[in-house]
């Protein structure tokens, strides 16, 4: 800027030591800065997404599996369900006609035993 209207007419080198100053400085700062480096600084926010992209997709794969294990668990939970269902449905029939059994036999002993009365009481009076 200072050299600005100078340097078109100036000779060739002319501008060397006072330029000179100022292109070392921009370049030690352009070579140890990685914030002047916009290509640096934007691979490096690239690295950023990459790792939270790889990090969220992991999570995402353990959630799928997790979710497989559950819906394994359940599938399984779900046929023992039916398999108590029927199991108590038989024990039930079962448990009725053993008790439907044990009500006749009682019956038929006080058949039988209203029988030997009547019988007992007709034999001694004769009916």
């Not at 100022?22 to 480096?37: C, G, I, Q, W």
């Not at 997404?49 to 995402?60: C, D, F, M, Q």
């Not at 399984?76 to 009500?103: G, I």
Request: some cysteine; aromatic content about 6%; glycine content about 4%.
């Amino acid at each position: 800027q200072q050299h600005g209207a100078h340097a078109s007419t100036a000779l060739a080198f002319a501008f060397q030591d006072s330029f000179g100053k100022v292109l070392k400085k921009r370049m030690h700062y352009f070579n140890t800065s990685p914030e002047a480096d916009s290509i640096s600084r934007v691979q490096a926010e690239i690295d950023d997404v990459k790792t939270t992209v790889h990090s969220n997709l992991e999570k995402v794969l353990e959630r799928g599996d997790k979710l497989e294990v559950l819906e394994d668990k359940t599938h399984n939970m779900s046929l023992q369900a039916t398999k108590f269902k029927k199991q108590a449905v038989d024990l039930r029939r079962h448990e009725w006609w053993k008790n439907m059994k044990l009500n006749l036999m009682i019956m038929g002993v006080l058949v039988a035993i209203i029988l030997v009365i009547v019988l007992a009481v007709c034999v001694s009076n004769k009916c």
